[in-house]
């Protein structure tokens, strides 16, 4: 990978595989902020995204396009819907994946030798560990967890886990730097460990300028309804009109079809500007949207969404920085949230004091990973 020096500045030039799972939409949003502090520091580096992530998310947070190559090398959690996961149809994903791990890495190894790859990123995908280090090429890994930290809470109630656990830490073993966010699980699995500050988006309008760009009085009630998937039961659409004085604010992929509710598709409303001038996000608690939320002082609802250990992680991170409120999945669905909405416009709005600027310190490390490779 060429290096072209300049004083006080490493200039770097090349092709960077970048790989994202597409469980849930946080890993994206926040390896989306590396890429574009990446395209601010090294704009000669062309970075290829390696994922099944929908496009949008891809345009809503770049600044151009990026070639996009759509392959799905890891399984995550096969969800129901938002909330709810199937764990046996997630082993048994796995177990397919595992019995194609020659093909694939095969596969990816002539993708870089074809495409002129000479380094990768991991967030948090494992087998591309593996073709990196059979073709000598530099590789990082970037996350809050790797998927056998995961996968290990479900071993413990059923063995079938097991050999999958076993399995995915010997790929992550051929990881040779991993780059740790905060609000993580045990990553000690990769060799090499460094501690990066938090990554998260920030606004660039104030709360005030977004409001009115909403045609928000000052004291009407904004909230954030932050999910990629909610199956509301048939009752809820009434109950959440019932509130007419607030109003619920949403994005694609999700539709919620209430009087009282208005999408931001179509609006020059990004969604972190979105979540710094509501009242209130509603929510499961996922890195991005967490993230998010500490940096701007947000207060968040959120809801249960079953055994996933980053949750508890998660909810920590919650009560120790915003005003939260727990509201219970039950509630969610059946649209019973005046009571939680009610509790938390009681409580008083807590200021951030978050150091959120991982993107940038992820990108140097990525930089400098590739700058002492060449």
């Known amino acids: 990978m060429p290096v072209h020096d300049a004083p006080g ?5 090349g092709r960077l595989a970048y790989y994202i799972t597409p469980h849930g939409l946080g890993h994206a949003v926040r390896s989306l902020e590396v890429i574009r502090r990446l395209m601010d520091l ?16 891809i345009r809503q947070n770049v600044p151009r396009p990026l070639p996009v190559r759509e392959r799905r090398l890891d399984v995550g959690l096969v969800q129901q819907d938002s909330l709810r996961f199937d764990l046996e149809a997630t082993r048994e ?10 093909t694939i890495v095969a596969e990816e190894i002539r993708f870089f030798r074809a495409e ?7 967030d948090v995908p494992f087998l591309p560990f593996l073709a990196a280090a059979r073709a000598g090429m530099p590789a990082v890994g970037l996350g809050n967890f790797t998927w056998d930290w995961i996968y290990q809470r479900y071993a413990e109630g059923d063995q079938r886990w ?5 399995w995915i830490r010997e790929a992550y073993r051929k990881c040779p730097l991993f780059l740790q966010l905060p609000l993580h699980g045990d990553c000690s699995v990769c060799p090499t460990v460094r501690d990066m500050p938090l990554v998260a988006r920030h606004a660039k309008r104030t709360r005030e300028q977004t409001r009115r760009l909403l045609g928000l009085t000052e004291n009407q009630k904004a909230y954030l309804v932050s999910f990629q998937l909610l199956d509301l039961e048939a009752e809820a659409k009434g109950r959440l009109e019932a509130m007419a004085d607030r109003l619920f604010l949403y994005k694609e992929p999700l539709r919620l079809p209430v009087r009282n509710g208005l999408a ?21 608690p996922g890195y991005g949207i967490v993230a998010d939320c500490m940096v701007h002082g947000t207060p968040v609802i959120y809801a249960d969404r079953g055994l996933f250990p980053e949750y508890e992680i998660l909810v920590r991170a919650l009560k120790e920085h915003l005003t939260t409120v727990c509201m219970p999945s039950a509630d969610l669905y059946a649209g019973r949230w005046l009571e939680a909405i009610e ?17 940038e310190e992820c990108a140097r490390a990525i930089i400098d990973m590739l700058w002492r490779r060449s």
């Open 93 to 102: 994903a796995l177990v397919s994946l595992r019995r194609r791990q020659q």
């Open 264 to 284: 931001l598709d179509h609006l020059d409303i990004s969604y972190v500007d979105a979540v710094a001038a509501v009242d209130g996000v509603i929510t499961k």
């Open 42 to 57: 090294a704009p000669e580096l062309e970075v290829v995204i390696v994922s099944a992530l929908p496009q949008f998310i």
């Open 116 to 122: 002129n790859i000479q380094g990768i990123v991991c």
């Open 343 to 359: 509790n938390l416009e009681t409580l008083p709005r807590r200021s951030s004091s978050v150091t959120a600027n991982g993107a």
């Open 9 to 13: 500045q490493k200039s770097v030039s």
């Open 162 to 166: 097991e050999p999958m656990v076993a």
